[in-house]
């Protein structure tokens, strides 16, 4: 219904989900039955996540077109496997703020095993999030990086290897891709849902926040009704396609100035 009558004025929906976008309790009233915040995420372990996202969030999704169903996934409790991964590489999906989120999966490549090890899904102006995605960059010492070059892409790049070359020591291969349109988005979920279905993702008690917003909507993604947002889903087809058709091997030195 709202899908049909979500902009006549005769019509209002009022839908208030059990917790906020941090998962902290919207219903914390001095009642014997209220929602903590502990209690709703007891719940949310024990029940089907869509269920969950229906009754609780007020998120209506159809199950059966899911695309990435949470107990389709692998997960992993943030230890990495033992050795030095093949790569350190992330991409980047730029957004200005807006609704959009600007989302950049991090990803340790063990042969044919991918590790999401972390994820910024910020919706702030780029004053708020270059910042943070320099800080990735030197935290992790990633080697290889893939911005998306639509919406202002390239700017947004040159600035962070900007910031980069005053403090990072290591040489680092930045490449661009253009943007598919919206239907060339949904072929390319759809080309690489069964390869990210075969990556490790944290499990629900090892997530910050960022993280736990990427998965919520990467886990509530569907093939067969209209998504309010794609980004997390989007962010991670392509990384898949990255890792397919980029370079799979560099090798990093010190810079010598």
Known sequence: MEADHGNDPRYRFIAIPVWDENEVSNFEYEHPDRYTTEKLRDIKTTIDSADFECLFIQHGIEKEGLAFPSDSLNYYNVVLPDGEPDNIVFVNDVAWG????????????????????????????????????????????????????????????????????????????????????????????????PTLRSFYFRDDKCRDDDYRKAMNEMTSFSFTVKNVHDDAADSMTMLADYLANGIKTVSVGKRPF
Request: charged share 30%.
């Open 98 to 193: 807006g609704g959009d989120s600007l989302r950049m999966p991090i990803a340790y490549v063990y042969g044919h095993d991918v590790y999401i090890h972390d994820w910024i899904f910020d919706r702030r102006e780029k004053s708020c999030t270059k910042p943070r995605v320099v800080a990735k960059i030197l935290q992790y010492k990633i080697k290889m990086v893939c911005i998306e070059a639509n919406n202002g892409g390239d700017e947004y790049s040159d600035d962070v290897y900007r910031i980069l070359r005053e403090q990072y020591q290591y040489s680092i291969n930045m490449s661009h891709k253009k943007a598919p349109t919206n239907m060339a988005k949904l072929t390319r979920i759809e080309q690489h849902a």
